[in-house]
């Protein structure tokens, strides 16, 4: 499975990992709001830090220990909710 722009596979191959920086804490906080409302409705949630103006993902699928089509349309999702 190829990752999404920006992503990049973890050193493991078992996550896929992204970092976004926002202007200030404000919009990376809102920018995580949306990324919760999306993963409650697809029942799907990332592990995440948030400093200040950065957001750090790591997404995988801990019932089968690795990346799955779920966590790629995830990463997708969340490209799309940061604007690309």
Known sequence: MNPPNG???SEDNSA???SFKFKDF???FAFLTRVAM???KV???PEFTN???RVDF???THDTGGV???DIELAKTINGLAGG
């Open 26 to 28: 404000s919009e990376a």
């Open 16 to 18: 896929l990992q992204r």
């Open 7 to 9: 992503w990049t596979p």
């Open 38 to 40: 999306h993963a409650e």
């Open 68 to 70: 799955t089509p779920r």
């Open 43 to 45: 029942d799907h949630h």
């Open 51 to 53: 400093v200040w103006n």
């Open 58 to 60: 790591r997404l995988t």
